[in-house]
């Protein structure tokens, strides 16, 4: 644990140190964010300095729990994408969901999928499941996220409807109000010919799907 502590380290650009990266992206503001998912922690780099700072999860700390900076807890966090409203949105691989952070407050909220279960159920957010959720893509209405799930495409619905914001109370009602706008629904696997078996990363255009894998 000690060598993966010493991986983690904020700073300038010669000082910073991370454990293992697989999502970037980036925000309208010039910040870069990351996902160090071997010390379980979100970082975000800001571009024009190249400095970095923790913002969410503790290093070497794997757990599920949302909150706050430091109180949140990740399990491998791998896919990152952002949205126009200030909003982090996180694949969770071994906590088996799908997460936002808040960039206003670093508030960490778990939207879909089950950290108990790991599985490929379709439905609400409330009761789908995921198997390993790696890379993560949004379209131009931000509204629908895309999930490479190992071995599917998965698509999420999470309109925000009238809710302001994705304050933990938010999270909850938008959760609770289950409605077609807000499901999960697997738009292809490996069921389907010539399918890869193992997509890791995950790009779209708008029209077109563009997969990472290691096999297929």
């Known amino acids: 644990s000690s060598n993966i502590s010493s991986m983690h380290r904020d700073g300038n650009a010669i000082s910073t140190s991370f454990g293992g990266i697989f999502g970037m992206t980036t925000d309208v503001q010039g910040n870069l964010y990351v996902a160090d998912y071997d010390t379980n922690t979100i970082r975000s780099i800001k571009i024009s300095l190249s400095t970095s700072v923790t913002i969410a999860g503790t290093p070497n700390t794997p757990g599920s729990a949302d909150g706050i900076n430091a109180v949140a807890r990740f399990n491998s966090p ?5 949205d126009n409203l200030g909003n982090l949105f996180i694949n969770d691989y071994e906590n088996f969901t799908f997460r936002t952070l808040s960039l206003q407050n670093n508030q ?12 490929v ?15 993560l893509a949004i379209d131009n209405t931000a509204t629908n996220f895309y999930v490479a799930d ?4 998965r698509r999420i619905n999470f309109d925000i409807g009238g809710f302001t914001g994705l304050t933990p109370a938010n999270v909850l009602a ?14 292809a696997g490996s069921n389907t010919t010539g399918f890869p078996i193992n997509t890791f990363g995950l790009a779209y255009d708008g029209a077109n799907f563009y997969l990472g894998t290691s096999s297929n």
Do not use: C, H, M, W
Request: no cysteine; charged share 10%; net charge positive.
């Open 108 to 119: 960490v909220s778990s939207i879909a999928g089950n950290k108990n279960i790991r599985g």
């Open 121 to 135: 159920q379709d439905g609400y957010l409330s009761t789908a499941t995921f198997a390993q959720p790696f890379g």
């Open 78 to 82: 791998k896919g990152l994408v952002t």
């Open 150 to 153: 190992i071995q599917s495409i």
């Open 174 to 187: 938008i959760n609770a109000a289950e409605a077609s706008n807000r499901y999960v629904i697997t738009l």
